[in-house]
């Protein structure tokens, strides 16, 4: 069964101090794995995908990083506009609807 | 990037009463759109999934005759609370496939909170 575990639960940082999350995965197939954002009483909003291990993807300061069995997503001397719930989602190839399995997220609270 | 629309972000009904929710791509076409809930502090739960001019595919103990969706067009779709109870409440969320070539991507709109009273 395909499955995704993301750490930590929650993660208090500084600004400006650089911190990692983990996105580990389990699926028969990887079709892709995706990073979304969500902020309190939004609809997440599209980071990245990724589609192959060793592929890497940046933006501004968020980096997602992939291998076999797990994704990081970097994120390099953060801001306290940079505080949501990190969610981490696979698409394998199997089911006829490839639908996206998310895990439970990670809370980011950066503080000033 | 493409955006997913939701309307209404909000909704305050009484118990009994249909709800309808309607999610449209607004930039690109969707054969396949998708229902989410999410309750507060949880991650997303999938409801159903819907192609364009066919019936949705429900998830396991997803009532069809209580959440009926609707995917009239390549860019609507809509999700109906049929005799809505305060159980319903909830934030819900859709969500949109963008293809370009081999890459999919989901989109999401930014989500109805339902309180049903």
């Known amino acids: 069964e395909d499955q995704v575990t993301q750490s930590p639960e929650a993660l208090r940082l500084q600004e400006g101090e650089s911190s990692s999350l983990n996105c580990s995965y389990t699926?028969?197939?990887?079709?892709?794995l995706f990073w979304y954002r969500q902020d309190p009483g939004k609809g997440p909003e599209f980071l990245f995908t990724?589609?192959?291990a060793g592929e890497e993807k940046e933006k501004e300061r968020l980096k997602a990083t992939l291998t076999k069995k797990e994704s990081f997503l970097h994120i390099t001397a953060p801001k306290p506009e940079d505080s949501a719930t990190y969610l981490c989602?696979?698409?394998?190839?199997?089911?006829?609807?490839?639908?996206?399995?998310f895990g439970t997220g990670t809370l980011l609270a950066v503080q000033p | 990037g493409a955006v997913v629309s939701q309307h209404p972000s909000w909704v305050i009904c009484k118990s009994g009463t249909s709800v309808k929710i309607e999610c449209r791509s607004l930039?690109?076409?969707?054969?396949?759109m998708f229902w989410y809930r999410q309750f507060p502090k949880q991650s997303l739960m999938l409801m159903a999934t819907?192609?364009?001019?066919?019936?949705?595919?429900?998830e396991q103990g997803v009532e069809k005759d209580k959440f009926l969706i609707n995917h009239a067009s390549l860019t609507l779709s809509t999700l109906t609370v049929t005799s809505a109870h305060p159980e319903d409440s909830s934030f819900y969320i859709c969500?949109?496939?963008?293809?370009?070539?081999?890459?999919?991507?989901?989109?999401f709109g930014p989500g109805t909170r339902l309180l049903v009273l």
């Open positions: 969500s949109a496939r963008a293809q370009q070539g081999a890459v999919e991507t989901q989109y």
């Open positions: 699926v028969s197939g990887l079709r892709g």
């Open positions: 930039d690109f076409q969707a054969t396949t």
């Open positions: 819907s192609n364009e001019g066919s019936k949705a595919t429900y």
């Open positions: 990724l589609y192959s």
């Open positions: 989602a696979v698409q394998g190839y199997g089911g006829a609807t490839n639908k996206l399995i």
